[in-house]
């Protein structure tokens, strides 16, 4: 990565958005949509998670919200209501940030998808609640298990590719701002 894209949280958050079109974009493309397949994972939970847990100054509210608004409309799902539930996990993982700083990847794998899981919980009960015609649980549950296992690569593939880590604590950036 180069050096401005270390410097400036602006360079993270283009590479998101980008990533995130990306996503959106394979998402809309027609590969393997058999009747009885299996649900790929939800990767833009997954590489949303990871960047807040390692920089959460990277990933604004409003980037998340925009891109995850601009997902539900487009995959005709009920607008607001899965931003509502990513916001409200990001930002909650945002919100102890110093906490997550030093945890180990197995405490914060946990916590990925136990957040994922709350996710699909609430999903399905405001679906319930407005008595909206569920997609049966089975295949909501099989992209969930796909998402937790699929953390640990966009962890990987972040860290690797994008030099995306935990900052150390008390590590300052080229400014002298504390991380």
């Known amino acids: 990565m180069s050096e401005w894209m270390r410097a400036d949280p602006w360079g993270y958050r283009l590479l998101f958005l980008g990533l995130a079109l990306l ?4 998402k809309l ?3 393997g949509s058999t009747a009885g ?9 997954c590489l949303m998670f990871a960047w807040i847990m390692r920089r959460p ?9 925009g891109v995850v608004l601009v997902e539900d409309l487009i995959l005709l799902r009920p607008p607001g209501l899965w931003t509502a539930l990513v916001i409200l996990a990001t930002e909650f993982l945002r919100s102890r940030i110093a906490l997550t700083r030093e945890l180990n990847f197995a405490v914060e794998w946990l916590l ?4 994922m899981i709350a996710m699909l919980l609430s999903w399905r009960l405001a679906f319930s609640l407005t008595l909206i015609p569920l997609p ?8 969930v298990l796909w998402s937790i296992l699929a953390y640990p690569v966009v962890v990987g593939l972040s860290r690797l590719a994008f030099d995306l880590r935990k900052p150390a604590t008390g590590e300052v950036d080229d400014f002298g701002r504390r991380l």
Do not use: K, T
């Open 57 to 65: 100054d990277f990933l604004p509210v409003w980037l998340i919200a």
């Open 23 to 26: 996503l959106l974009f394979l």
């Open 29 to 31: 493309l027609p590969l």
């Open 136 to 143: 049966p649980f089975g295949f909501a549950v099989v992209q």
């Open 37 to 45: 397949a299996f649900p790929g994972p939800d990767l833009l939970i």
């Open 112 to 115: 990925a998808s136990g957040l």
